[in-house]
């Protein structure tokens, strides 16, 4: 071992035997603790926020979708998914509907996103069939699909009739709108994991659909799943160049880019508070050397007597500053990861799902969001012991032992 | 006569507030190797400032020190601090020991800080503090020591390098007249054996019978 080092550790953990020392000791590496702690925790949480947020809105949703302008509905779907259909990147493809409407059962209503989604397509069964709560997926055109919230909102059950009504029906005498009204039974009820989802959909086969918006057989279009879903917006350029007008494109990325942006910037914020315990914690470092450089002059110039130089003395207590700093950050890192560790296994945090769209705390430790954190304390901790490190070794060795 | 310290026109200047005291006034003083040299004087007349400057522990306002012919003052902190490990032993009226370290690790500092491992160190500091009668209280912390054995402690801290002088401000300030008697006469022993240089600060009258040489001063000039 090194004789500086030496010196440091004797230095820092045999200080005088008073619990004062100690508990200032245990209070500043306390706050480091806490400091990496706590930066390492939030920032999982939100990058997990982040990921499943993503992977749900991927999950249910299509990763590109063709419509028309001005949303017209579409007609010739199927010659549009011919003509697309040589992409290599699309996994699947199906014709659907959107649109919005009112449900109701018994004294219950609730205003509703329509989905249109072929009853044949197998990519579609698939995701649905995935979220299943309750019953089963609808086999024929007279059954639905919908949220559990929304479910609960209408105080329905599965086999449960209910009655959806959309304004599109037909014009009737005097100009005024019939809605259209049809009965559907629930054949399912899915938990898609994210509220706004729960609340809103219903699932309605597309013929049907079709047939009680008024559409006579046209959907609102066409929805591809992908392989790299983050080559979303390029394809969708893709596609929007070969098909021309009247077609457009639409992909996830820039349906919930102010969700995702909004997001990015939530974890910067919380990143520069949480920097600031790091900070705040090393100022009590600060203050805890400086005490343990008053309570050492005569040391100081005792040790300077039997041959030390300033940039020994200056070393001392960059190692001291470095001890305490590594421990707290050491066990900090050790508590964060182990925090995350266990949220993500027992999942015992509850979240509100109408305030935040899961309703769960999802955690997702980056690596390196985990090594930013380790520089990020290593050079604050480092500008924080070099203060007290310089009194150190530039107090007079003369002061520190005349007695005159 | 061959000089190990040469002072020359040697000034050292404090500032009180505003007002600017002469605490060393052009002292001049050679100072013989392998000699015991006794530095008497009252209270304020500048002994300590001057033993601190012969030792690099502080800088003279004007003039020079000159051991075995180089300026010490001229030399950078590193090089001051490397010199006094070597070449100086301190020893001072209170014993300075870190707490924190057993008796035998205090000694052996020194020796760590000319870079020798910690067994080597650790062995040379046991046969110094048994040359002092302590082999019984190497592993003992200083608080554990009679104020006699810690500044016997001391003492084989200052030796452990084997450093050719040893600069001592009232080293038996503190002891009784028995162990007062035991350091003297230890201090002599080396003197004679090793022919150590020792500049020795006193009050103590009855250390002259020790000294080869005594040097007197008054408010900052010696007098005799």
Redesign the interface.
Known sequence: MNHILFIAIKHLFGRRKTIFGYITTGIAIGGIFIGVASLIIVLSVMNGFQKDVKERIVDINSHVVVLKYFNEPMKEYKDVMDSIRSFKEIVSMTPFIYSKGLVQFENYADGVIIRGFDLNDSSTAEVLRRHLKFGEVPKNQNEVYIGIDLAEDIRAHTGDLITVATPFGSTETMGSLIPKVSQFTIAGIFDAGMYQYNAELIYIPIEKASEILGLSGSVTGVELMIKDIYKAPELAQKIEKRLGYPFRTNNWIELNGSLFAALALEKKIMFLILLLVVIVAEFNIITTLIMIVMERTTEIGVLKTLGLAQRDILKIYLYQGFIINFIGTVTGLAAGLTACFLLSKYKFIDLPGQVYLLDKLPVDVQFWDVIFVLALTVVVSFVATLYPAMKAASMDAVKAIRYE | MNSIFTVSDLNRDFKVTDKTIRVLNNINLEIEEGKVTLILGP??AGK?TLL?II?T??SPTSGKVLYKGEDIHSLN??K???W???N?G?I???H?L????LAYENVM??S????KS?KESAKSARELLGELGLEERTEHKPNELSGGEQQRVAIA?ALI?DPDVILADEPTGNLDSKNTQFVMDFFKKINNEKKKTFIIITHNEELLKYADRNVNMKDGFIVA
Do not use: C, T, V
């Open positions: 209270s304020g300590s601190h030792g522990l502080d902190d590193k001051q601090a490397k006094r490990n070597k100086i301190f001072f009226q209170f300075y870190l707490n924190e370290f500092l020194p760590l800080f000319m870079n910690f801290r390098n």
